[in-house]
């Protein structure tokens, strides 16, 4: 298990290095050297910068320069000395390096966002158009309602007046210390049944829904009331209502200016996922892979991988197709970052 560990950490850390020189090839003066291990300036700068902006600010005098360097120095070493006992060959370390291989082929060719802005603007215009609900959002306010029905001029309307004005009063006296009195409320007297077994909620709703839904004096009364505020009795020509505001939601008003950039995105990367998909059919077809059913239902899968133990791709090769986000990638592990600094005295 320790070895397994060991091995696969020594390779991720050498294709992050190895990845890093090739970038970095021949520029920044030389910091180390020894046999078969050189580390320059830039080399040094880019692990460094794979820590956090915290980790980072411990780093900037001399002597804390050349304790992260004996770091990259003793991982550099044993590294070369992994290589001399043969451990390139072993097959947890091939494992993983075709594992960052796919990584790295996915991200080069359908990960990069550059294409984005060259969609044209009509193509950007018209899913904005198309999608304004997803931009623009009126407020909206979510209630608690207790329901009288008595529509105006009936004949127990004044009687239902009287009762909804006493229940006011008892909720506001009792409401200071007593969380629940406006659901006690509800559920003593609401006589909406649809609304009643929901402690009253009446959901999120837009000032022209409320008003749409139940009238112009309950949405007007409604979007007057602060957070947690219960209202007066409001008449409406259907009935009576006290309301308490439990919730809103401010309005949300982006212009196509404010989202184009968020919009070539989103497009980009739905073009480039239809591309990935329509290149891995084809690569598979030319692969002319075939299954044995039968092998694979004699496989014994284990009810749980041991302790500690990494399921058989590490994770990384995400679950199934949905598994592989974004134009969806199969993501090897990342890289793990050079080897922890000693702690700071």
């Not at 006690?184 to 009643?196: G, Y």
């Amino acid at each position: 298990m320790l070895r397994r560990s060991l091995v696969i950490g020594l390779c991720a850390l050498g294709v992050a290095c190895q990845s890093q020189k090739e970038e970095k090839s021949g520029s920044g003066p030389v910091v180390a050297k020894g046999a078969g291990v050189t580390i320059t300036a830039d080399e040094f700068k880019a692990r460094l910068d794979e820590q956090s902006p915290f980790i980072r600010s411990r780093y900037s005098t001399l002597q804390r320069k050349q304790e992260f360097l004996d770091n990259l120095i003793r991982f550099e070493v044993l590294a070369r000395e992994a290589e001399k006992q043969g451990l390139a060959t072993d097959p947890d370390v091939q494992m993983t390096l075709k594992k960052i291989m796919v990584q790295k082929l996915v991200q080069k060719n359908f990960q990069n966002l550059e294409g984005a802005k060259d969609l044209p603007e009509a193509e950007l215009q018209k899913y904005y158009d198309d999608h304004k609900a997803d931009y623009f959002r009126p407020k909206r306010v979510r209630l608690a309602a207790v329901v009288w029905n008595a529509p105006a001029g009936s004949p127990e309307r004044a009687k239902k007046l009287a009762t909804a004005k006493a229940a006011l009063a008892k909720i506001k006296a009792e409401e200071k210390k007593n969380a629940l009195a406006f659901t006690q409320a509800v559920a003593q007297h609401s006589e909406d049944a649809a609304t009643k077994g929901a402690a009253g909620d009446l959901q999120f709703k837009s000032h022209e829904e409320l008003e749409q839904a139940y009238s112009k004096e309950l949405a007007d009364a409604a979007f007057a009331l602060s957070a947690g505020q219960t209202s007066g009795v409001v008449e409406t020509p259907k009935g009576l209502y006290l309301l308490k505001l439990t919730g809103q939601q401010e309005e949300l008003n982006r212009s196509f200016d404010q989202v184009k950039t968020q919009i070539a995105n989103k497009l980009y990367r739905e073009r480039k996922t239809k591309e990935f998909d329509e290149w891995l059919k084809r690569l598979r077809e030319e692969a002319k892979i075939s299954i044995d059913e039968k092998a694979l239902e004699a496989i014994e899968v284990s009810a749980a991988a041991p302790a500690g133990m990494p399921g058989p791709m590490g994770g990384a090769m995400g679950g199934g197709h949905g598994g592989m986000g974004g134009p969806r990638p199969a993501p090897a592990p990342a890289p793990a970052p050079a080897p922890a600094p000693a702690p700071a005295k």
